[in-house]
């Protein structure tokens, strides 16, 4: 944990009073100008605070207003709780990554995310400016989760805020972050949404009902990590080496590494159904997540992380290479 995240959030612990579910003026003031500086957003904007970007993905299609005989698209291959918010509003789900398959459905939301979890796909400002077009021609919202935007290896990724995708103008749009994967906050539950200043202050007004309130030391907390760039770069230090020893022994093992050229993930397969690679991986003490939680599309992939320590990445490369 960075040492002035951690005195933020002790400095802000006598807090006995009901924190603002807006945030205060000065987290606000600190979300839009990261927003500004580090997503290229120009106009404008709407921004709030949320209980980490997890609960966000799977409310939003609730706190929109989805139901039945509502469509939500969401890329192919995914994390999985965008299907879940879908199916806890009640609405119907359609994995696409092409919009113009999608039909003549009554589309209410259209889920992007780049960098992918978990493929570590980018997505060009030419791609989300284009889902933007195509949503707004049908009065849906474009919900772009950013949550590894910060972390770009072999790209640079591009946040739908950003003046080449919207040109300043939010109408329709949100981009879901975390502080999690930034700044090591993953244990206090600190992520944000930003865009559309309207459907903002809806998202708002459902939320102070719902008790969807961030603690003011957490908010003291983000408040420091955005407003400090040394602690990323050094934990971006830290995920590259890991990156760099697992790639390379993966491929030495006989792997073929696809998309990965952002985010905290290699997207891998051995052109075997997954649960092989799995049991193959597990038998040298090595955890993967399968494809097949994705979608049905990556029944022959496998994600693996760069989470584990330096010791236990080292351990894994070793197995990997022996």
Not at 118 to 132: D, M, Q, S
Not at 205 to 219: N, T
Request: charged share 20%.
């Amino acid at each position: 944990m960075p040492a002035l995240i951690r005195r933020a959030l002790a400095d802000a612990s006598d807090a006995p009073g009901y924190p603002l579910t807006a945030g205060t003026p000065a987290l606000r003031a600190a979300i839009a100008g990261w927003l500004a500086r580090s997503c290229g957003a120009s106009g404008e904007l709407g921004v709030l605070p949320t209980i980490g970007s997890k609960e966000l993905v799977a409310w939003l299609p609730t706190l929109l207003g989805v139901g039945p005989g509502d469509t939500v698209v969401i890329p192919s291959v995914c994390y999985p709780t965008y299907e879940v918010g879908v199916l806890l509003a009640g609405g119907t789900v359609v994995r696409s990554d092409s919009l113009t398959a999608v039909g003549p459905a009554r589309v209410k939301l259209v889920w992007v995310n780049s960098p992918s979890n978990p493929t570590g796909r980018v997505l060009p400002a030419e791609h989300l400016r284009k889902v933007v077009d195509w949503a707004r021609e049908r009065g849906a919202v474009v919900a772009s989760d950013e949550c590894y935007l910060a972390l770009g290896w072999e790209t640079r990724p591009v946040s739908v805020l950003d003046d080449a995708v919207t040109g300043g103008d939010y109408t329709g749009v949100l981009a879901v972050h975390s502080l999690s994967k930034r700044s090591n906050l993953a244990g206090y539950r600190a992520g944000f949404v930003g865009g559309d200043p309207a459907l903002i202050g809806e998202l708002l007004a459902v939320r102070k009902h719902a008790g969807m309130i961030l603690p003011a030391p957490v908010q003291a907390a983000m408040i420091a990590a955005l407003g400090d760039e040394t602690h990323v770069d050094e934990q971006r230090e830290r995920y590259a080496a890991r990156r760099d020893t697992l790639r390379t022994a993966l491929v030495k093992a006989g792997f073929e590494i696809t998309h990965s050229e952002a985010g905290l993930y290699l997207w891998a397969t051995r052109g075997e159904e997954c649960w092989q690679t799995v049991d193959w991986l597990a038998e040298r003490g090595i955890l993967a997540a399968p494809g097949a939680f994705y979608g049905p599309a990556a029944a022959q992939q496998v994600r693996i992380a760069l989470t584990a320590t330096d010791e236990r990445v080292a351990a894994a490369v070793t197995r990997l290479t022996t």
